[in-house]
């Protein structure tokens, strides 16, 4: 399927590690020119080599988004080379906090990071978009937005915050050819994800190898009907297609890909 990517251009936020890069590069791949954006420049500068040693075009942004100067440096760098069609608000983090630890400082700057820093880019990016008459934000949500745990609190409810803003904003984009919709992963196997499952499995009585531990860290953590951890692979193309002609038709719609962790039909 062509997804008709080429002459578009993307920024995907904190793509120089984890699901970032294989979005990255999935773009890239199906001919879109995409800005890979960081805050560690040779971290970043590695990804961007490494798309165009596979044929892409790819070229980097540097800033930290938790602040509107680093927005602003990052939207520069972005635009430099002429307009982005395509924002991923992907960049986020969370620390593995009970709700006794999670002080009220870091539910601020959980906050900041993961909802406040993607709306910085969307009224940065979006009045180029609505000049051009067409564009895609999408934001990366994730299902403990709609299914919350027990522990990180914190960063459950920036989850639901990030669902929550890209719906509203796609009720403000009536009437464009501007989209905004959310993917929302379940745990993915990036390489902080399996390096914590094996460092922790032992411990826990999972087995010692990697195909010991992951069905059983599965069904302690994140029981879902395929048994598994998604691949980072499934995350970008759900991704590639929202940002496609293909996807026109959907506004403020969620795409769980998740495996079937979350267990509501709606």
């Given amino acids: 399927m062509d997804l008709n990517l080429s002459g578009k251009r993307a920024l995907i936020t904190g793509s120089s590690s984890g699901l970032g890069i294989t979005m990255a590069k999935m773009l890239a791949a199906e001919g879109a020119s995409v800005v890979v954006h960081g805050r560690d420049k040779a971290r970043t500068e590695a990804v961007v080599e490494s798309i165009k040693a596979d044929g892409g075009s790819a ?10 100067a680093g927005a ?9 080379d002429g307009p982005v069609h395509i924002l991923v608000n992907n960049a986020g983090f969370y620390r593995h906090l009970n709700w006794m630890e999670a002080t009220a400082n870091e539910w601020s700057e959980t906050y900041n990071v993961n909802v406040v820093s993607g709306v910085r880019m ?18 990366i949500g994730g299902g403990l937005a709609l299914q919350p745990m027990n522990t990180h609190p914190q960063y459950n409810a920036t989850l639901a915050a990030r669902h929550n803003l890209a719906v509203s904003l796609a009720r403000e984009l009536k009437g464009t050819r501007i989209t905004s919709n959310i993917v929302s992963p379940g745990a993915i196997l990036v390489d902080a994800v399996k390096e914590l499952v094996e460092n922790i499995g032992p411990s ?13 860290a599965v069904e302690s953590l994140i029981p879902n009907d395929r048994g598994r951890f998604g691949y980072p692979e499934e995350i970008a193309a759900a991704v590639a297609y929202l ?13 769980r890909i998740d495996g079937g962790f979350i267990r509501g039909a709606f």
């Fill in 59 to 68: 070229v980097a942004a540097l800033g930290d988004l938790t602040t509107d």
């Fill in 72 to 80: 602003d440096q990052v939207a520069k760098a972005a635009l430099a």
């Fill in 122 to 139: 969307i009224q940065r990016l979006l009045p180029q978009m609505r000049e051009q008459n067409w564009g895609r934000i999408i934001t």
């Fill in 204 to 216: 826990r009585g999972w087995g010692e190898t990697w195909d010991q531990i992951q069905p059983n």
């Fill in 243 to 255: 940002c496609s002609d293909y996807a026109e038709y959907l506004s403020g719609s969620t795409i």
